[in-house]
């Protein structure tokens, strides 16, 4: 998509959120020149603030090729939010429900009609104590396998510095001015996977690949090694699930 067919509600969408941005934050943007100028094209990027998709959105939009992200569904009922949200484009995802496989769906249909779709591969804000990404999901492997579309790694750094994730308090710390750092990588080597069923242990192959471009952009951000073990939300989540049981039946 060509920065000539943005479009009015993308447009309206940038006027509202473009001037904030640029009064309340310093930008330190690389790696514009890794994004396709034609075709479509998957981005998967870390999460670590409710801010971050400002962030990343803002320099994505700069590049002319606007994304498509997947946004609860319950988003698109908000009077203001949900208009905007259906009137650029964005794919409404019902978790959980017999509807949840149409997200997916349209996400590959908006890539092979040459749009670029923005994966949050890890599904919700990081929990790492060191606000590193967690083990993504397939999601993002399995629609990059089956579209064989370039997948752009970006991590980012700094929107969680002014809206930390999960704070109870002292949520918003826009002062002094934070820089909202953004960098995407060339694309991710997926060669060895084409042609292979995509059965589970392809696609964790494939996530990890790309999971693993994202750190590696992240470091160069931060100017520091993330750790050797990933955090992984699901295994963590079924330890507490055991432990809750464990403690139950004492």
């Known amino acids: 998509m060509s920065r000539r067919r943005i479009g009015f509600w993308y447009r309206l969408a940038a006027a509202i959120a473009k001037p904030p941005l640029l009064v309340l934050f310093k930008r330190d943007w690389r790696g514009m020149e890794h994004i396709p100028a034609d075709g479509g094209f998957i981005t998967a990027v870390n999460h670590n603030s409710y801010l971050d998709m400002f962030s990343y959105g803002h320099f994505q939009y700069n590049t002319g090729r606007v994304p498509r992200f997947l946004a609860k569904a319950v988003l698109f009922d908000a009077p203001v939010v949900g208009t905007l949200l259906r009137g650029t484009g964005q794919i409404p995802v019902y978790r959980e429900t017999s509807n949840a496989y149409g997200a997916f769906r349209a ?71 934070k820089t909202l750092q953004v ?38 951000l931060r100017g520091e090694l993330a750790p050797t073990n990933t955090y992984d939300l699901r295994e963590v989540l079924a330890k507490q699930r055991r432990k809750g049981a464990e403690e139950g039946t004492k």
């Open 183 to 220: 960098k995407a990588g060339p694309p991710v080597d997926l060669d060895r996977f084409y042609g292979e069923e995509a059965t589970p242990e392809v696609l964790k192959e494939a996530t990890e690949t790309i999971m693993a471009a994202v750190t590696g952009l992240l470091e160069e």
């Open 107 to 177: 996400a590959v249909d908006a890539v092979e009609r040459g749009e670029c779709v923005a994966f949050y591969p890890e599904g919700t804000l990081t929990r790492d104590p060191g606000m590193w990404p967690m083990t993504g999901k397939t999601g993002v492997a399995r629609a990059a396998l089956l579209t064989k579309a370039p997948v752009i790694p970006i991590a980012q750094w700094g929107a969680n510095l002014a809206m930390p994730p999960y704070a109870k308090e002292n949520k918003f710390r826009f002062f002094p001015r």
